[in-house]
């Protein structure tokens, strides 16, 4: 129960503190969906993973020390101090060692390790700056549906309002013997399906805040709003060619770097591999001492600290291992990097061919976007004007209730065609310039 009221207060302090903050921009939104969504935060733990194995391939030049200390039971036969053997006795060893050892060469697997671990480290990096990417296009794309719910569901209320008008100014027109019963009742289901028109406006509009509200981590969309930009006419954007747009990117979209960074370690990868080939070479020392006793000694053993300063020792000695045969070990492993190399420029070029197929699919959508905008906009006018034209026949009569629904839902429907591709062409645009490296902004 104390853990569950722990969880409420902390999901009303989050739900009080969105709403305090008042209505968020999509600058403010990118912001603190970088910070706080859940998979931006999983790529900055890859990055933080990397820089952990980059420290763990450097510390590998670094002597290894290590220190160790045995103790041995013998009961039995055992050498005595004379260097002779006796039988039944019981004797006991303790020893202390210190040792070291210092790399020297080691076919270039050391260095070549480092290599690796600092491009691992970049293409993680990128890989996080191409998450940073996707939350701020999918915000991006969540605000402007917001947009558009928002105005669909305005267009709505105000359409079921002016109904509610009309059916008020219709029933006078039945009292006094204008309009028949039938005109009474079409009118009402009219303002009936305005009303259910107006209801589900307002629950894709929920639907749309909700959706936002999830990228950024909050505890509830109850209190959410957004700033509504003002926004001109993006049908006069100027659209560079796709062409000249992915010169920009291929040079700073992050999702190229990271395959780039991935085929230069695998380069690396190689020459690490052939390092199997070469002989390693290492340094090594050490100190130690031993204590010994012998029940059955014919003569006293010196005590414990005169013989560890007696039994005291040091060592110093180079190691060299030259490879002959390692069973195709070290043949297979060059070509298995041979072979990631190769797979690794292959997906380079994939990943390009993918960003310019992007921008080339992102281009024609803006150039349709723009084209709909435009067409949309005189077809939203001439279909009000319509409407407004109809309406005022069906107030005197001369037009009936059939005539005047066709003329609302067309109206209708090309309004919220035009408010679509409105906020379709800005996304689009913008999109556009985004590619280029330029940020997400209404």
Same mark, same amino acid.
């Not at 939350?135 to 109904?163: K, M, P």
């Not at 028109?197 to 950024?216: C, D, F, K, M």
């Given at each position: 129960? &104390?853990?569950?009221?722990?969880?409420? =207060?902390?999901?009303?302090?989050?739900?009080?503190?969105?709403?305090?903050?008042?209505?968020?921009?999509?600058?403010?939104?990118?912001?603190?969906?970088?910070?706080?969504?859940?998979?931006?935060?999983?790529?900055?733990? #890859?990055? /933080?993973?990397?820089?952990?194995?980059?420290?763990?391939? $450097?510390?590998?030049?670094?002597?290894?020390?290590?220190?160790?200390?045995?103790?041995?039971?013998?009961?039995?036969?055992?050498?005595?101090?004379?260097?002779?053997?006796?039988?039944?006795?019981?004797?006991?060893?303790?020893?202390?060692?210190?040792?070291?050892?210092?790399?020297?060469?080691?076919?270039?697997?050391?260095?070549?390790?480092?290599?690796?671990?600092?491009?691992?480290?970049?293409?993680?990096?990128?890989?996080?700056?191409?998450?940073?990417?996707?939350?701020?296009?999918?915000? =991006?794309?969540?605000?402007?549906?917001?947009?558009?719910?928002?105005?669909?569901?305005?267009?709505?209320?105000?359409?079921?309002?002016?109904?509610?008008?009309?059916?008020?100014?219709?029933?006078?027109?039945?009292?006094?013997?204008?309009?028949?019963?039938?005109?009474?009742?079409?009118?009402?289901?009219?303002?009936?399906?305005?009303?259910?028109?107006?209801?589900?406006?307002?629950?894709?509009?929920?639907?749309?805040?909700?959706?936002?509200? +999830?990228?950024?981590?909050?505890?509830?969309? /109850?209190?959410?709003?957004?700033?509504?930009? /003002?926004?001109?006419?993006?049908?006069?954007?100027?659209?560079?060619?796709? /062409?000249?747009?992915?010169?920009?990117?291929?040079?700073?979209?992050?999702?190229?770097?990271?395959?780039?960074?991935?085929?230069?370690?695998?380069?690396?990868?190689?020459?690490?591999?052939?390092?199997?080939?070469?002989?390693?070479?290492?340094?090594?020392?050490?100190?130690?001492?031993?204590?010994?006793?012998?029940?059955?000694?014919?003569?006293?053993?010196?005590?414990?600290?005169?013989?560890?300063?007696?039994?005291?020792?040091?060592?110093?000695?180079?190691?060299?291992?030259?490879?002959?045969?390692?069973?195709?070990?070290?043949?297979?492993?060059?070509?298995?990097?041979?072979?990631?190399?190769?797979? +690794?420029?292959?997906?380079?070029?994939?990943?390009?061919?993918?960003?310019? $197929?992007?921008?080339? +699919?992102?281009?024609?959508?803006?150039?349709?976007?723009? =084209?709909?905008?435009?067409?949309?906009?005189?077809?939203?006018?001439?279909?009000?004007?319509?409407?407004?034209?109809?309406?005022? &026949?069906?107030?005197?009569? &001369? #037009?009936?209730?059939?005539?005047?629904?066709?003329?609302?839902?067309?109206?209708?429907?090309?309004?919220?065609?035009?408010?679509?591709?409105?906020? +379709?062409?800005?996304?689009?645009? $913008?999109?556009?310039?985004?590619?280029?490296?330029?940020?997400?902004?209404?």
């Amino acid at each position: 129960m &104390k853990h569950f009221l722990i969880v409420t =207060a902390c999901l009303c302090a989050g739900v009080a503190a969105q709403a305090q903050q008042g209505p968020w921009s999509l600058s403010q939104c990118i912001d603190y969906a970088l910070e706080h969504n859940l998979s931006v935060q999983q790529s900055a733990l #890859a990055v /933080e993973q990397r820089e952990v194995d980059l420290s763990t391939a $450097k510390g590998r030049r670094l002597p290894g020390l290590s220190a160790s200390a045995s103790e041995n039971l013998s009961f039995g036969r055992g050498l005595t101090e004379d260097n002779t053997y006796s039988d039944n006795t019981n004797t006991s060893s303790t020893s202390f060692t210190i040792g070291g050892e210092i790399p020297i060469f080691q076919g270039f697997d050391i260095t070549n390790g480092i290599k690796i671990g600092e491009l691992n480290l970049a293409a993680a990096t990128a890989d996080l700056e191409k998450a940073r990417d996707d939350i701020r296009v999918a915000v =991006a794309q969540a605000y402007v549906q917001i947009l558009y719910n928002q105005e669909l569901a305005r267009v709505a209320a105000e359409q079921a309002s002016h109904d509610a008008q009309l059916l008020e100014q219709v029933r006078e027109r039945r009292l006094a013997g204008l309009v028949s019963d039938a005109e009474v009742s079409a009118q009402q289901a009219t303002l009936a399906q305005s009303r259910q028109s107006q209801i589900q406006a307002e629950g894709n509009l929920r639907v749309a805040v909700l959706e936002l509200t +999830q990228l950024l981590e909050l505890p509830s969309p /109850e209190g959410f709003d957004i700033v509504v930009p /003002e926004v001109g006419d993006p049908s006069r954007a100027l659209l560079m060619r796709p /062409e000249a747009i992915y010169e920009d990117a291929v040079a700073i979209k992050p999702v190229v770097e990271a395959a780039r960074i991935n085929a230069d370690a695998a380069a690396v990868g190689v020459d690490r591999a052939k390092g199997a080939y070469l002989p390693r070479l290492s340094l090594n020392g050490g100190i130690g001492t031993n204590y010994y006793t012998n029940s059955s000694s014919p003569i006293p053993l010196p005590n414990f600290g005169t013989q560890l300063k007696k039994n005291f020792s040091q060592s110093l000695g180079l190691s060299l291992s030259i490879p002959i045969f390692q069973r195709m070990s070290a043949r297979n492993g060059v070509r298995t990097a041979e072979i990631n190399l190769k797979g +690794q420029q292959i997906q380079l070029e994939n990943v390009k061919k993918a960003l310019y $197929k992007e921008i080339q +699919q992102a281009y024609y959508n803006a150039v349709t976007a723009q =084209a709909r905008y435009e067409g949309s906009q005189e077809a939203a006018a001439s279909a009000r004007q319509h409407y407004e034209l109809t309406e005022e &026949k069906y107030k005197v009569g &001369k #037009a009936g209730v059939t005539d005047y629904n066709d003329a609302r839902n067309n109206w209708l429907r090309a309004e919220s065609e035009h408010i679509q591709a409105r906020y +379709q062409c800005l996304y689009q645009t $913008k999109l556009l310039d985004f590619y280029r490296g330029v940020a997400l902004e209404f």
